[in-house]
C-alpha cells in the first residue's frame, strides 16, 4: 500500500528555519514526481513547491528564494528545507505524489495521485 508519511512538523519563531521529511513507501519512488502543498486556517490549499522524476523544480512565489525541495531517491524521501519562517507560513503541510507518465491524469498544481496525513507548522512572533 502507497504511505507518505510526515514529519519535522512543529512551532518556531519567525526568522528561524525548519526542515520537513516526507518518507514514501509502496510505490518506486524515483518514477514520481513530488510536491509540497499547504493550507492555512480560512484558505485554500496552495501550492508551495514541487521536484520532477528528473530533479526539475518549480516554487510558489512568495517562498522563492526561502524554501528549497530536495529528494534522496536512495532513501525514498522528499524534503523541504525551510529558512527566514513568516508569520503567513503557518500552515497544514502536505506532502504529494504523481508518476510521471500519470501527471496527464492530474492537471494543475494541486492535484497529486497520493498524498500524506499532514504536519502542522506554526510560526510565532
Known amino acids: 500500500q502507497v504511505q507518505l508519511v510526515e514529519s519535522g512538523g512543529g512551532l518556531v519563531q519567525a526568522g528561524g528555519s525548519l526542515r520537513l521529511s516526507c518518507a514514501a513507501s509502496?510505490?518506486?519512488?524515483?518514477?514520481?514526481?513530488m510536491g509540497w502543498l499547504r493550507q492555512a486556517p480560512g484558505k485554500e490549499r496552495e501550492f508551495v513547491a514541487r521536484?520532477?522524476?528528473?530533479?526539475?523544480?518549480d516554487y510558489e512565489d512568495s517562498v522563492k528564494g526561502r524554501f528549497t525541495i530536495s529528494r534522496d531517491n536512495a532513501k525514498n524521501t522528499v524534503y523541504l528545507q525551510m529558512n527566514s519562517l513568516k508569520l503567513e507560513d503557518t500552515a497544514i503541510y502536505y506532502c504529494?505524489?504523481?508518476?510521471?507518465?500519470?501527471?496527464?491524469?492530474?492537471?494543475?498544481?494541486?492535484?497529486?495521485?497520493?498524498w500524506g496525513q499532514g504536519t502542522q507548522v506554526t510560526v510565532s512572533s
Open positions: 521536484m520532477t522524476w528528473s530533479d526539475i523544480t
Open positions: 504529494a505524489a504523481v508518476h510521471k507518465l500519470r501527471t496527464g491524469l492530474y492537471v494543475g498544481r494541486k492535484s497529486y495521485e497520493y
Open positions: 509502496g510505490l518506486s519512488f524515483s518514477n514520481y514526481n
